[in-house]
C-alpha cells in the first residue's frame, strides 16, 4: 500500500521510535511483500525437502526450516501441501515459535493459537513427547487450528475453545512453556495487509494493550516454576509491547526477562534490550515483537500426574473387548500403543497425550475441546473405521499395506477430490483391505483395496477444491 494513506498519528509515533531509520521505513512500502513456507520437521528436513522439491527456494536467514518462495510457485495446490509437509507462513511470523526453547517431553500452551502457525512448529519441536495444548477462543478459528495440526501429523495433542480465565481455573502450574502470540492493533502488517489499516481506526493500541494484559496475567498462573514464557504480537506500539512486559514484571516479581539471541536483522526493544524486533526495512519479512520470560522456581510435579505404565502393544495386553477392533487394526501397523492411553467418547476413539492419561485424565473435564489427542476413528457396529488423522500421524512403512504415487500422477488428484482411484494389473494387490495412499511416500489418506480399485477414504472436509 501507499504509506500516505496511512494514519497520520501512526506514522508521527513511528517517526519518534525509528528517528534516523524513519526514511527507510517508509521506503520498504514500495517493496512487495514477501511470501514464505515453513517445513513440516515431523515429515522432512529442511535440506530434503528442498533437494526434492526442485523450486527456486531462498532459506530465511534467522529460521532454520523456512524458505522464500516466489508467488508464482502456489504451493497450496501442490499434493505435497496436502500430505502436511510445510506450512504457508509469512516469514516474520515464524519467529515466534522458533525462539521458544522446547524440547521433547515438555507441556506445551499455545494459547491464542489459531490459525495454528505456531502450534505447528511447536509441535514439531516436540517430536511426539509430550504434550501441546493449543487454544484459540474463537471456536471457528480453533477448527481450522485443529485442522492445520492433524495435517501435520501431531498426535500428542489437545485443542480447545476457551478464555484464558477458564483455562487458568483448570491448569494452574501445568506448563513448561506458554507462547502467546497476543490479538493486537497489527501495525506490523500494515505494508502487507491494508485492511489491518482500517481495523487499527476502530481499535487501536489503548483497546488491545488491556486485553493483552489480562491474557499474559492468567498465563503466568498457568505457568510452572522454572517454566518459560514466550509473547509476541505484530505490531510496533510501545504501550502493546515493552508496556505490557514492564507492566508484568513489576506486577509478578517471580518473572524475570531472559536475553533472545540477535539473529540477523534484529533489533533490541526499547528500553528492554533482552526482547527482539523485526522491522520491515531491516529483515525481508514484517513488524514483529518478541519477549521471553522465565518464572522462578525449579520444577515440582505431583507425583504420578499423568504418568502409565510403559506397554509394548498392540500384542496381548489388557485391552477391553469392545475396543479390540481397534487393536487389531492398530496391529497393522509398526507402532507401539499403549492402551491405557485409549480414550473412547460415544463410539469415538482417542489417543491420550501422555501427561493426560492415567491420572491425567481427570484435566479432560469442565473444558471445551474440540480434540482430546490423536483422533483414532469411530466404531461402527463392531467395525472399526480410521481416522484422517490417524493417517497423517503415521509413516508409510509402519503401515502394513501402503500405496505410493508420484506427485505427478494424476491419480493423486483425484485421490484428493474424494475419487476412486483405478489400479494397474501390476499395481493391484490380491488382498483387500485398508491401504494407505501415499505421494512420493508421504501419507494422503487411506482407502480400501477392492481388486482393481481403491475404494476413497479421504476426509471429505478436506477434499481439493
Known amino acids: 500500500m501507499d504509506y500516505r494513506e496511512l494514519p497520520a498519528d501512526f506514522l508521527e509515533k513511528m517517526r519518534g521510535l525509528l528517528k534516523d531509520e524513519f526514511e527507510d521505513y517508509l521506503a520498504c512500502f514500495s517493496e512487495p511483500p514477501h511470501y514464505g513456507l515453513r517445513v513440516n520437521r515431523l515429515k522432512c528436513t529442511a535440506g530434503k525437502f528442498a533437494e526434492a ?44 515459535a522458533s525462539l521458544l526453547p522446547v524440547t521433547p517431553g515438555d507441556r506445551v500452551l499455545d494459547l491464542c493459537a489459531a490459525p495454528g502457525g505456531k502450534s505447528t512448529e511447536l509441535a514439531a519441536k516436540l517430536m511426539g513427547r509430550g504434550l501441546l495444548f493449543s487454544n484459540d477462543i474463537s471456536n471457528s478459528r480453533a477448527k481450522a487450528l485443529l485442522k492445520n495440526l492433524e495435517l501435520f501429523g501431531a498426535g500428542n495433542i489437545c485443542v480447545s475453545s476457551e478464555t484464558p480465565e477458564k483455562l487458568s481455573l483448570r491448569f494452574g502450574g501445568f506448563f513448561d512453556k506458554i507462547l502467546i502470540d497476543a490479538p493486537c492493533s497489527g501495525e506490523g502488517m500494515f ?105 522462578d522456581g525449579e520444577e515440582d510435579w505431583p507425583a504420578g500426574a499423568g504418568q502409565t505404565e510403559k506397554i509394548s502393544a498392540p500384542g496381548g495386553k489388557s485391552w477391553p ?10 496391529c497393522m501397523t509398526k507402532a507401539d500403543w499403549e492402551p491405557e492411553r485409549l480414550y473412547q467418547v460415544g463410539d469415538t476413539v482417542y489417543y491420550l497425550p501422555e ?111
Open 53 to 96: 522439491s526442485g523450486w527456486e527456494l531462498l532459506p530465511v536467514p534467522w529460521i532454520d526450516n523456512g524458505f522464500y518462495y516466489n508467488k508464482e510457485l502456489k504451493p497450496a495446490r501442490h499434493p505435497w501441501y496436502y500430505a502436511g509437509l510445510y506450512y504457508l507462513q509469512e516469514p516474520s511470523a515464524m519467529t515466534p
Open 191 to 295: 505494508r502487507r495487509d491494508s485492511d489491518m489499516v482500517k481495523s487499527y481506526r476502530e481499535k487501536g493500541p489503548d483497546y488491545y494493550s488491556e486485553i493483552q494484559y489480562g491474557i499474559v496475567t492468567e498465563a503466568v498462573k498457568m505457568l510452572r516454576p522454572g517454566g518459560m514464557l514466550l509473547y509476541s504480537t505484530c505490531t510496533f506500539d510501545e504501550k502493546e509491547n515493552e508496556g505490557t512486559i514492564r507492566r508484568l514484571l513489576s506486577e509478578h516479581g517471580d518473572m524475570h526477562p531472559v536475553p533472545l539471541e540477535k539473529r540477523e536483522g534484529f533489533a533490541p526493544g526499547f528500553g528492554l534490550p533482552e526482547c527482539v524486533r523485526l522491522f520491515p526495512h531491516k529483515i525481508r519479512g514484517e513488524g514483529h515483537f518478541i519477549a521471553l520470560l522465565k518464572k
Open 355 to 465: 501427561p493426560f492419561s492415567g491420572k491425567g485424565k481427570a484435566y479432560l473435564k469442565n473444558v471445551r475441546y474440540l480434540r482430546t489427542g490423536l483422533l483414532l476413528g469411530e466404531l461402527k457396529k463392531g467395525r472399526f473405521e480410521p481416522s484422517q488423522a490417524l493417517a497423517m500421524f503415521l509413516k508409510a512403512e509402519q503401515f502394513q499395506d501402503s500405496f505410493n504415487m508420484s506427485a505427478e500422477d494424476e491419480r493423486v488428484i483425484r485421490y484428493l477430490k474424494g475419487e476412486t482411484v483405478q489400479l494397474s494389473e501390476d499395481e493391484a494387490a490380491d488382498g483387500k483391505g485398508w491401504c494407505l495412499v501415499c505421494v512420493d511416500g508421504w501419507p494422503l489418506g487411506f482407502a480400501k483395496r477392492q481388486g482393481g480399485i481403491l475404494k476413497n477414504k479421504y476426509y471429505p472436509g478436506w477434499r481439493w477444491q
Open 321 to 330: 473387548k469392545e475396543l479390540e477392533p481397534v487393536r487389531d487394526f492398530l
